[in-house]
Structures are given as structure tokens and as C-alpha cells.
């Protein structure tokens, strides 16, 4: 059965350092979406992703994030200078249009030191 | 705006007994709701869904749900639960335009043998 996979299952970094968390969405979906869930907190919508551009974002999604498909298969998350409050698991989750089922990938858990 | 209450943060029941996780949602138009299960170390699976059909929705694994609007509630049961049930379930709606979706607070549920 097809799924999602995201790379690293987890990430160390240095607090002002970017960090680009990677997505593959399955194939033929074309909807993408990035979530996430801070500890002891709700899991939280960021962002969604169509045709190349953002077709909505959330208040957290400021300019020091950013989302992007750099080819057929990957579908990326940037976070240009991190802070200690971006450490969280994040989720990455695709669909194959508006409306139909998001399927989760396992996760990635950020910690920023 | 929407947003869901998960009543139990945990839930502690022993194998073979019936499970009940609560959940009440609040929403300004007919909403589709989800209930989405995550075991460790894996990604975030549909158990099933509500997209105003039939109340009484049945998912994966014997679990179901049933949508009451006048209660605005969408309650997940199972009749006896196993072992492989341990886990942390998400009560999760989804927005009018179809793109985002809002996530309770999760409930580990605990499965004693």
C-alpha cells in the first residue's frame, strides 16, 4: 500500500541554523501539506501546497518558513533560522484533491538547541 | 471557526472490553469529520470518516462512529478491544473549503491485558 515517508525520523540543530525537512507525498496526489504538533500540544495545520504554490497558510507559517516541490517526488519544508520554539514533531500529508482523505506521513521530531 | 474537544486525554481499559473515546466539535456549517489513530513510531492512519452520509460511520479494525448533530458530538467505540488497539487516537475536522484540518487533543488509550 502507498504511504508517505519523511526524512529524518529526527533532527538536532542549533538554535539560528535553517533545517529543510523532506516530504514524499504518494504519487499520484496532488495536494500536499505540512502539519505540526508541539509536545503536549494539538496537532497543528501549517500550510497546503497545489499546482506549485500555496493555496493556504496558517498564522504560524511566517517568512522564516518556507515550502517547495524542487522535483517530481519531494515535497520540502524550510525553516530558515530556527528557534527554540520550533522544536515539535512535524507531519507531512498529501491528498489527491481538495477534500478527499490526507494521508500522514510518520514524522519528523525537530529538537533546536 | 471550528474546533474539536477530545473529553479524555487518556483511556485505560482491559482486553475485550468496549472502548469509548469522546469527542465534540464545533462548527459553523455541516461538517466532515475524521478519526485518524497513531501507533508509535508510525504516521497518523484513518480509522474512518463522516461526510454527511450515514450517521453511523464504520471504519478499520471494528472501530465506528456515530455523528449525533444535536449533541455535536462523534463518539468512537469498539465492542472489545485487543491488544494491538494501544495507541493515541485523534478526533479531527476538516474546514468548508476542504484543506485544512483541525485536530483534537488526542486520547492514548491503554489496553491492559
Known amino acids: 500500500e502507498p504511504e508517505v515517508t519523511q526524512t529524518p525520523s529526527h533532527q538536532v540543530t542549533q538554535m539560528g541554523q535553517e533545517v529543510i525537512l523532506r516530504c514524499v507525498p504518494i504519487s499520484n496526489h496532488l495536494y500536499f501539506y505540512w502539519y505540526r504538533q508541539i509536545l503536549g500540544q494539538k496537532v497543528e495545520f501549517l500550510v497546503s501546497f497545489y499546482n506549485n504554490e500555496i493555496s493556504e497558510k496558517s498564522e504560524i507559517f511566517d517568512d522564516q518558513f518556507s515550502v517547495e516541490r524542487p522535483d517530481g517526488s519531494n515535497f520540502t519544508l524550510k525553516i530558515r533560522s530556527t528557534k527554540l520554539e520550533d522544536s515539535a514533531m512535524y507531519f507531512c500529508a498529501s491528498s489527491t484533491g481538495v477534500g478527499e482523505t490526507q494521508y500522514f506521513g510518520p514524522g519528523t521530531r525537530l529538537l533546536v538547541l | 471557526a471550528q474546533s474539536v474537544t477530545q473529553l479524555d486525554s487518556h483511556v485505560s481499559v482491559s482486553e475485550g472490553t468496549p472502548v469509548l473515546l469522546r469527542c465534540n466539535y464545533s462548527?459553523?456549517?455541516?461538517?466532515?469529520l475524521f478519526w485518524y489513530v497513531q501507533h508509535p513510531n508510525k504516521g497518523l492512519q484513518l480509522l474512518l470518516k463522516?461526510?454527511?452520509?450515514?450517521?453511523l460511520v464504520k471504519g478499520i479494525n471494528g472501530f465506528e462512529a456515530e455523528f449525533k448533530k444535536s449533541e455535536t458530538s462523534f463518539h468512537l467505540t469498539k465492542p472489545s478491544a485487543h491488544m494491538s488497539d494501544a495507541a493515541e487516537y485523534f478526533c479531527?475536522?476538516?474546514?468548508?473549503?476542504?484543506?485544512?484540518?483541525?485536530f483534537g487533543g488526542g486520547t492514548r488509550v491503554l489496553v491492559k491485558p
Open positions: 463522516y461526510t454527511s452520509a450515514a450517521t
Open positions: 462548527s459553523s456549517y455541516s461538517p466532515s
Open positions: 479531527v475536522v476538516r474546514d468548508a473549503a476542504g484543506n485544512k484540518l483541525t
